[in-house]
């Protein structure tokens, strides 16, 4: 019933750009945080971005200033633009909700590859 799919992954060249999309469904990505966590080969899952309900975003030291989390209330859809990425972004990226009422579950997406060739 709750779902978040993945959307945008793909090889791109260092230097390059990348937009994912996560379109949710059972939840509304209004009143939720949405986060952007990854998962890089052999490494453990970080957060990369988040976007709370609020409209305040947050981001990993090592994208600050590279990529976007945004959202789009209508569409039900949440956003991260990746620009000058580099080839230690290469993981998987998996879009993640939180409820700030604390009444329901986290919901992950199943996660979509991005790989960077140097």
């Known amino acids: 019933q709750v779902q978040l799919v993945e959307s945008g992954g793909g090889l791109v060249q260092a230097g390059g750009s990348l937009r994912l999309s996560c379109a949710a469904s059972?939840?509304?990505?209004?009143?939720?945080?949405m986060d952007w966590y990854r998962q890089p080969p052999g490494k453990q899952r970080e957060v990369v971005a988040v976007?709370?309900?609020?409209?305040?975003?947050n981001y990993a030291e090592s994208v600050k200033g590279r990529f976007t989390i945004s959202r789009d209330n209508a569409k039900n859809t949440v956003y991260l633009q990746m620009n000058s990425l580099k080839p230690e972004d290469t993981a998987v990226y998996y879009c993640?909700?939180?409820?700030?009422?604390?009444?329901?579950?986290?919901?992950w997406g199943q996660g979509t590859q991005v790989t960077v060739s140097s």
């Open positions: 059972g939840i509304m990505v209004s009143i939720n945080h």
């Open positions: 976007i709370t309900s609020g409209e305040s975003t």
């Open positions: 993640h909700s939180r409820d700030p009422s604390m009444l329901f579950s986290d919901t």
